[in-house]
């Protein structure tokens, strides 16, 4: 099961507050302003910045 639109519609970067997005893959959001990739873990977004991965530039 994948993350509902409703949900996708909701989230916000818990660290700016700004817009994030599904990744192509599907397994994690990404948030542009803060270069931060949130997983997705049993379809659960990890929404904790201490466990956000950078994105690779």
Do not use: Q, R, V
């Not at 909701?10 to 700016?16: E, F, S, Y």
């Not at 994690?28 to 997705?40: F, M, R, S, T």
């Amino acid at each position: 099961m994948a993350i509902s639109k409703e949900l996708l519609d909701i989230l916000a970067c818990p660290k700016c507050k700004g817009d994030i997005y599904l990744n192509e893959a599907g397994d994690g959001l990404i948030c542009d302003n803060c270069k931060l990739l949130y997983e997705i873990k049993d379809d659960i977004p990890i929404m904790l910045i201490d466990e956000a991965k950078p994105l690779d530039t």
